[in-house]
């Protein structure tokens, strides 16, 4: 298992992370050490594993109920106006 | 010297909330410049309100009783950082479930407590801030994620605290720091308010250095919560009422966990303790868990999976860190997560995303939730022979700062013992065991079946009427 400085500029990209170059390089030595770890699980006979694994979360009725106050919600937001979030334009008037 | 003393008895003799709050304070004083368990410290606002409570008759389980919490739970009106620079400004807006029942019964918040970036890590080293010093060797780590708390405990500057356990967050640090922790078992405790890391396997849980504040601790948090729908809906016992000293158990050792390798003075340390067991009218005997040696590739899949999905969240768009200079809405996202993520956390983000990307997916997270079930499946059969399974909580005691810094896969080994518990959803509790010839804490672990807490803590309590280990006292 190997990983390629190419293929950790595209995971990054994914995960929203900006990296620097020494971080790639970084990245990439390492992954591969902790990949060739998780990859110890292909010994792992399917044999022995069930056919799918469920789990699920117990749902509640959809009743509404009071929320956070606006004033709150915009508390720690980093830019703010009216009582509105402030980001930069993302779709082109054109 | 009320420092020394158990929660439990200091609120049976009525003891004032102030004097109780004062002799911590005063501890903290000597101590936490020392130690760094504090990301934020409270202790003066805690003593005023305590001295407001002097005057009132006592009402409820915790009355006046000094608790600190990890700082990924949510108090309003204070700071939850994560000890990361993403949420080093975010001031929470409403309680956690959790603080709102220790506030019912009356118990004192005095800080906010140091931990590894996100729950990531097991030294503590992670925080972005300050490193936190093993209370009983400054040179060494406190152990992680949830140190702060451990070490606090551990210096006695307060008699309980709250950590979270993801994959042995809060015992591999109790282990090191010579207090007991206990991870409950996954629902029992409401995560509403805990920042979310890996949600199928954070459990909040209470530290204590005294089996019975531990109990009682534990009795106040527990129970279903309608605003996590993943807590349980099962009877809370009076698990502090119930305590009593139980040996007499069926008791199953993995085979597979001594096949590992273990420092010679932790296996002595856990060789005393079955001894002791032994002693004690336990029938002890070897058992087999054959997949437990996948757990720590099964938990380096599903946590760093969760986590990438958890922590997409820090956009710096809604709350948190945000970057100066931006020219789109990428880059806005982009720059502001890699200057605000520290690198186990960027680490885990990147893993997360690459096994949950396509094509991958099935292979990875798809395979690892198979063997989760497995292993799960192979703990429940073995508690059907056995009461309870033991183990060292960690297999090393506490190491020096650095010494695993640079090597995420060593640090990762060092929970060994802890990870397959989440994993199988089971409760577990670390008790101290003993200290090395250096004087650092060791630890063992106590496995039980789902939702029976109470066997931990009264095999615990057993425990400490044999090896009084709160009766040890920091000093650094």
Redesign the interface.
């Known amino acids: 298992m190997s990983i390629t400085k190419e293929e950790?500029v595209k995971?990054?990209?994914?995960?929203?992370?900006?990296?620097?170059e020494d971080?790639v390089e970084?990245?990439a030595s390492?992954?591969k050490?902790?990949?060739e770890?998780?990859?110890?699980?292909n010994?792992?006979s399917e044999s022995?594993?069930?056919e799918e694994?469920t789990?699920s979360?117990?749902?509640?009725e959809d009743e509404p109920e009071p929320s956070?106050d606006v004033e709150?919600?915009l508390?720690?937001?980093?830019?703010k106006r009216l009582n509105m979030?402030e980001?930069?334009k993302?779709v082109d008037a054109n | 010297m009320l420092y020394k003393e158990s929660a439990s008895k200091l609120l049976e003799e009525k003891v004032k909330p102030s004097e109780i709050l004062e002799a911590f304070l005063r501890r903290k004083e000597e101590l936490e410049p020392k130690i760094r368990a504090y990301v934020t410290d409270i202790y003066e606002k805690a003593y005023d309100s305590a001295k407001a409570l002097d005057s009132q008759t006592p009402k409820g389980k915790l009355f006046g009783i000094p608790i600190a919490i990890k700082d990924n739970i949510n108090i309003e009106g204070y700071t939850t950082t994560c000890s990361s620079k993403m949420l080093q400004?975010?001031?929470s807006?409403?309680d956690a479930t959790v603080i709102r029942k220790l506030k019912q019964e009356g118990a004192i918040i005095v800080g906010k407590t140091n931990m590894d970036e996100f729950a990531m890590g097991s030294s503590t080293e992670y925080s972005a801030f300050f490193q936190t010093k093993n209370p009983w060797n400054l040179d060494f780590v406190p152990g992680g994620s949830s140190g702060g708390s451990a070490a606090s405990v551990g210096a006695n500057m307060v008699p309980l605290a709250l950590g979270s356990d993801t994959g042995g967050s809060i015992r591999q640090p109790a282990s090191f720091c010579g207090v007991i922790g206990l991870k409950p078992t996954y629902g029992r405790v409401s995560r509403y308010g805990l920042v979310a890391f890996a949600s199928?396997l954070d459990q909040i849980g209470p530290f204590g250095r005294y089996t019975k504040d531990v109990a009682l601790l534990l009795e106040v948090i527990s129970g279903h919560d309608?605003k996590d729908?993943?807590s349980a809906n099962v009877e809370v016992p009076a698990f502090s009422k119930n305590l009593k000293p139980r040996t007499e158990l069926k008791v199953g050792i993995p085979k597979e966990f001594m096949s590992y390798k273990i420092d010679k003075e932790v296996e002595e340390s856990f060789k005393n303790f079955v001894k002791f067991l032994e002693d004690n009218k336990a029938t002890v005997k070897e058992i087999s868990l054959p997949?437990i040696?996948?757990a720590?590739?099964?938990y380096?899949?599903i946590a760093p999976a969760e986590a990438?999905s958890n922590l997409?969240r820090f956009?710096?768009?809604?709350?948190?860190?945000?970057t100066k200079d931006?020219?789109?809405?990428?880059?806005?996202?982009?720059?502001t997560?890699?200057e605000g993520?520290g690198?186990e956390v960027?680490?885990r983000?990147?893993?997360g995303?690459?096994?949950l990307?396509s094509g991958y997916y099935e292979a990875?997270y798809?395979?690892?939730?198979?063997?989760?079930?497995?292993i799960k499946k192979e703990f429940l059969d073995a508690l059907k022979d056995v009461d309870v399974i033991i183990s060292p909580t960690s297999p090393t005691p506490p190491f020096r700062f650095g010494e695993k810094l640079n090597d995420?896969?060593s640090m990762?080994l060092s929970d060994i013992f802890t990870v397959s518990v989440n994993l199988a959803e089971l409760p577990a509790i670390s008790i101290p065991s003993g200290f090395t010839k250096n004087g650092l804490p060791i630890g063992v672990q106590i496995i039980g079946r789902a939702f029976d807490e109470q066997t931990l803590l009264d095999l615990s309590y057993a425990w400490e009427l044999n090896y009084p280990h709160y009766d040890y006292i920091s000093n650094v």
């Open positions: 950790v995971i990054a990209k994914l995960s929203r992370l900006e990296l620097k971080e970084f990245f390492q992954m050490n902790i990949l770890l998780v990859n110890k699980l010994e792992v022995l594993l069930e694994y789990s979360t117990p749902l509640r956070l709150k919600v508390l720690n937001a980093p830019s979030f980001v930069p993302i | 400004n975010y001031v807006v409403y199928s309608p729908s993943t997949h040696e996948y720590i590739p099964v380096y899949i990438s997409a956009d710096g768009v809604r709350y948190g860190y945000r931006f020219k789109d809405i990428f880059e806005l996202y982009a720059k997560r890699d993520f690198p960027k680490r983000i990147m893993l995303t690459y096994v990307s990875y798809g395979k690892a939730l198979a063997v989760k079930n497995l995420p896969i990762y």
